[in-house]
């Protein structure tokens, strides 16, 4: 989910960082750096108002009306590349929460710190042409269009502060790995139930062109109603589709989920075993019980 980068001292609160791109930069200490908004080319807000204008036409009848409702709130359609300062503005009008600028993933530590005081890192870098269809790191993109409309929706935005404290606490506890399972499940890849059937609310579907259709319509993956402690003994994969959704019926379910006591919690996952990522169990509520058609063709 996260990743720890290499850092030397870089005098006065300041660090020197080289990221997963190989980029060396220089950031504060909680790894936030300036947007640099104003050196963007007019070929990189090009290339975001393309994506921006593929997945909104992908997404429409496919992403939660909460999702849409935050493209629209945000004003995220205005053209090019958003200014986080400008952003930040109508989110913390809205919800409390703020976008900061990252170069790169940052450590644990710092993220839940960032999320727990409702602040959101966001790349500050847009993928090259190049990688428009898929990048292994989290760009401007992904983390924006992805994530920030969600941030919009009151109980989505109070279950990021909860789980935002909640890592503070698993990291002293040793429990970080099943914290990740319950965000890669919910943040990057959830489903819910909605008035007007399935929708995807997941940063990582609704920012990905295959996988927005891949989540809803393919007969491959399975479809699992959620539970946390099933969420949080269940592996997943990152080079990848899922092979396994997990599907609330409302965003009041996943924050009520959050809001309690998860020392037993933690002291039950981490005696149970690590469940397979395609694993459908006989206390499941299944939607889908997947052919897993599409793990068999790429493995």
Do not use: C
Not at 118 to 126: D, E, H, L, V, Y
Not at 157 to 168: H, I, P, S
């Amino acid at each position: 989910m996260l990743l720890k980068m290499d850092m030397t001292g870089a005098g006065a609160g300041k660090k020197h960082i080289m990221t997963a791109l190989g980029r060396e930069v220089e950031v504060n200490a909680d790894y936030t750096v300036d947007q640099g908004w104003e050196s963007y080319t007019a070929e990189e807000h090009d290339r975001w108002d393309r994506l921006f204008a593929r997945q909104v036409a992908l997404l429409e009848g496919r992403a939660a009306p909460a999702f849409m409702s935050g493209l629209e709130k945000l004003k995220l359609s205005d053209g090019g590349i958003p200014d986080f300062r400008a952003l930040s503005e109508r989110l913390k009008a809205l919800t409390g929460w703020t976008v900061v600028a990252v170069p790169d993933l940052v450590p644990e530590d710092v993220f839940f710190d960032h999320l727990a005081n409702r602040r959101f890192p966001a790349g500050n870098f847009i993928r090259p042409e190049r990688q428009l269809d898929y990048l292994e790191e989290p760009d401007v993109f992904h983390d924006v269009f992805g994530h920030v409309p969600m941030l919009a929706h009151p109980n989505f935005a109070n279950y990021m502060e909860a789980y935002g404290k909640g890592g503070q606490r698993a990291a002293n506890l040793g429990v970080l790995d099943h914290l990740a399972r319950l965000y890669w499940y919910t943040v990057e890849f959830g489903l819910v139930n909605t008035d007007e059937g399935l929708r995807i609310y997941g940063a990582g579907i609704v920012s990905s062109k295959g996988e927005s259709v891949f989540a809803l319509e393919s007969p491959s993956p399975n479809r699992v109603h959620f539970d946390l402690e099933r969420v949080m003994t269940t592996d997943y994969r990152i080079d990848d589709y899922q092979q396994t959704y997990f599907v609330i019926d409302g965003f009041r379910e996943l924050l009520a989920a959050t809001l309690q006591d998860f020392g037993p919690v933690y002291e039950r996952v981490k005696a149970a075993p690590t469940l397979a990522i395609d694993a459908v169990l006989e206390t499941d509520k299944v939607y889908t019980h997947g052919t897993q058609e599409h793990a068999a063709r790429v493995a």
